[in-house]
């Protein structure tokens, strides 16, 4: 199976900080991942899919980047409602899905 | 629009099963895979498995291997998981979310889960 380790477990940021969270699998998955934000008592919602395309409705200041074994999602101008926990989601074809720990970003 | 109702809350003693359901509306539903995740309290995202609401055919992780059975009913538009032989390890909010398979296309939307509460 393929293993996904996330980094960091926890961050503190600012207000207007950009923040990058990172994604390591632990075989090539091309760009077969997506990051997800999930609030407290809700269902996870994705931000990007294919690495790097961003969901509709979802803003700007959300970005993916790389291929194979990294991956790194990218929070510019940190917003008070970016405060959340997010996840990283590896989707190849060959089952199955894995998810990486996460990733709680709370307010400095 | 694309919707994702889940069954309510359940609450279970170790060793019996449970059945949590999800209807699907505002899409085709043989289109796309139907996928179950679980998150245990206070604990990150578990993939658990997918149907093929086409064709009935599932994939489950292996953790859950005998002891999970995921169907569908396409007259209704519902999928269906079963989780058997329960531990109080299994107390956890769970999901279901249609995601296109292909990591390209844009289609993912979640149901609002369903918390399975394991105590004797």
């Known amino acids: 199976d393929i293993q996904m380790t996330q980094s960091p477990s926890s961050l503190s940021a600012s207000v207007g900080d950009t923040v990058t969270i990172t994604c390591r699998a632990s075989?090539?998955?091309?760009?077969?991942l997506g990051w997800y934000q999930q609030q407290p008592g809700k269902a996870p919602k994705r931000l990007i899919y294919g690495a790097s395309t961003l969901q509709r409705g979802v803003p700007s200041r959300f970005s993916g980047s790389g291929a194979g074994t990294e991956f790194t999602l990218t929070i510019s101008s940190l917003q008070p409602e970016d405060f959340a926990t997010y996840y990283c989601?590896?989707?190849?074809?060959?089952?199955?899905?894995?998810f990486g720990q996460g990733t709680k970003v709370e307010i400095k | 629009q694309v919707q994702l109702v889940q069954s309510g809350t359940e609450v279970k003693k170790p060793g019996a099963s449970v059945k949590v359901s999800c209807k699907a509306s505002g899409y085709t539903f043989t289109g796309y895979y139907m996928h179950w995740v679980r998150q245990a309290p206070g604990q990150g995202l578990e993939w658990m498995g997918w149907i093929n609401p086409n064709s009935g055919g599932t994939s489950y992780a292996q953790k859950f291997q005998g002891r999970v059975t995921m169907t569908r009913d396409t007259s209704t538009s519902t999928a269906y998981l079963e989780l058997s032989r329960l531990r109080s390890d299994d107390t956890a909010v769970y999901y279901c979310?249609?995601?296109?398979?292909?990591?390209?296309?844009?289609?993912?939307?979640w149901g609002q889960g369903t918390l399975v509460s394991v105590s004797s």
């Open positions: 979310a249609s995601i296109d398979n292909d990591s390209s296309i844009d289609f993912d939307y």
């Open positions: 075989q090539g998955i091309r760009k077969d």
């Open positions: 989601l590896q989707q190849t074809g060959y089952p199955p899905w894995t």
